[in-house]
């Protein structure tokens, strides 16, 4: 089964919108972390959010912010004020604490789209 | 953040020779190096994990002779592609930690274009 799942492959935002990005995630472990990286066309992967399993708050940094319902096992993105900048690949991915490694499972990705 | 470099960031080479990549931690003593695949619009895929001083693991189905991985020292970790192939033709991103184990932070390469002709 896939460990992280995100269903949109392309999504269109209007600049200085909010955009939601989607990820389900799948996992026995009841410790994890969930990460949210950005990827430009020049191929670096840009960390830009982090949530813990158990953590209570929703993360948020800036712009970003992780909207974690872990009964639904989802953790997806929210980009406020969307910017033209905004443009790229965005990667889900998790780590699981009962591997006893860094390992990290991405998902599939999706392209976002910042329509000027 | 933590600061990775790769080299090259992009190579061609033709097919049947062999293509080096380096990755470096340059600010922070990296005891793990993972390295990754990503083909045009594709996940990342980990191919293997490297602990400094010790035998690269190896992700199912990948390799290990066609994917040779030396990490050397605790800032340089090397993936040299043998016999290369227009199939290996792809985007590799190496990261790195501090540390082994899920407590320590990855922090990833800029990545190597690789195109085989």
């Known amino acids: 089964a896939q460990k992280i799942t995100q269903t949109q492959p392309g999504m269109f935002v209007q600049e200085k919108e909010a955009v939601t990005l989607d990820c389900t995630y799948d996992t026995s472990d009841q410790s994890y972390g969930l990460f949210w990286y950005k990827q430009p066309s020049s191929g670096e992967m840009i960390f830009l959010i982090y949530?813990?399993?158990?953590?209570?708050q929703n993360a948020t940094e800036g712009r970003y912010s992780l909207n974690f319902q872990k009964a639904r096992k989802s953790a997806n993105l929210v980009i406020s004020a969307s910017q033209l900048g905004d443009s790229a690949m965005y990667f889900c991915?998790?780590?699981?604490?009962?591997?006893?490694?860094?390992?990290?499972?991405f998902g599939t990705g999706t392209r976002l789209t910042v329509i000027p | 953040g933590a600061v990775v470099s790769q080299h090259p960031s992009r190579v061609i080479c033709k097919s049947g020779t062999s293509v080096k990549i380096e990755c470096r931690s340059l600010d922070f003593q990296a005891t793990t190096m993972f390295w990754y695949r990503q083909f045009p619009k594709k996940s990342l895929m980990l191919m293997a994990t490297s602990n400094e001083g010790s035998k690269a693991t190896y992700e199912q189905g990948v390799e290990k002779d066609k994917f040779l991985i030396n990490h050397a020292s605790l800032t340089l970790s090397t993936l040299t592609v043998t016999s290369a192939h227009p199939e290996d033709s792809s985007f590799y991103i190496c990261?790195?930690?501090?540390?082994?184990?899920?407590?320590?932070?990855?922090?990833f390469g800029p990545g190597t274009r690789l195109t085989v002709t």
């Open positions: 991915a998790m780590r699981e604490r009962q591997t006893g490694a860094n390992n990290l499972f």
């Open positions: 990261s790195a930690a501090p540390g082994q184990g899920s407590a320590y932070e990855q922090y």
């Open positions: 949530q813990g399993s158990y953590d209570e």
